[in-house]
T-cell receptor, first 115, second 111 residues
Framework: SAVISQKPSRDICQRGTSLTIQCQVD?????MFWYRQQPGQSLTLIAT?????????ESGFVIDKFPISRPNLTFSTLTVSNMSPEDSSIYLC????????????FGPGTRLTVL | GQQVMQIPQYQHVQEGEDFTTYCNSS?????IQWYKQRPGGHPVFLIQ?????EVKKQKRLTFQFGEAKKNSSLHITATQTTDVGTYFC???????????FGKGTTLSVSS
């Protein structure tokens, strides 16, 4: 299994500002993903964080709004840029272990509220 | 793109009653996974189904994967109050890719 930590655990931000969320894994992982879970909703995949290259974004999500970094195999950041109240959500980091891995592990999430 | 539908959205049962949630994909899945999320928590992995027609059991929970690998179900026998939470099915387009989640079924149980 993998132990995933996220910082911050929660934050309240003003509209128009940006927040960077960090995800740290206790072991090297092949795949890292970022999900969003809006209140009372399911998890929506934002992007796949690729080590050493640009992230792969899902439909409806763009790099300018959600820039992602992944400098190594254990760490990634997601920035929520120019925030609006609609960005209020829980942001979750998720990983897969191994090249043929299937089970995904989730971090505890970052609860973001935008005023 | 790939979609995973899940019904019902909410289910309330009396303790001891059975519960079933159904999941359906618009495309064939490499595998399907089930997660449980308690209020305020993050999704926790329950099980993975890979083979066509596969059935797996975990105590009172029974998971099925359809023959066409496009649908799945989770059945809980004799629910308990500890079963409350939201159950998500999630499918993979192919191994090693990210999960696509259904909308989840939120189960409440009254004693």
């Amino acid at each position: 299994s993998a132990v995933i930590s996220q910082k911050p655990s929660r934050d309240i931000c003003q509209r128009g500002t940006s927040l960077t969320i960090q995800c740290q894994v206790d072991s090297q992982v092949t795949m890292m993903f970022w999900y969003r879970q809006q209140p009372g909703q399911s998890l929506t995949l934002i992007a796949t964080a690729n080590q050493g290259s640009e992230a792969t974004y899902e439909s409806g999500f763009v790099i300018d709004k959600f820039p992602i970094s992944r400098p190594n195999l254990t760490f990634s950041t997601l920035t929520v840029s120019n925030m609006s109240p609609e960005d209020s959500s829980i942001y979750l980091c998720s990983v897969i272990l191994g090249l043929a891995g299937n089970e995904q592990f989730f971090g505890p999430g970052t609860r973001l509220t935008v005023l | 793109g790939q979609q995973v539908m899940q019904i019902p959205q909410y289910q309330h049962v009396q303790e001891g009653e059975d519960f079933t949630t159904y999941c359906n994909s618009s495309t064939t899945l490499s595998n399907i996974q089930w997660y449980k999320q308690r209020p305020g928590g993050h999704p926790v992995f329950l099980i993975q189904l890979v083979k066509s027609g596969e059935v797996k059991k975990q105590k009172r929970l029974t998971f099925q994967f359809g023959e066409a690998k496009k649908n799945s179900s989770l059945h809980i026998t004799a629910t308990q109050t500890t079963d409350v939470g939201t159950y998500f099915c999630a499918g993979k387009r192919q191994a090693g890719t990210a999960l696509i989640f259904g909308k989840g079924t939120t189960l409440s149980v009254s004693s």
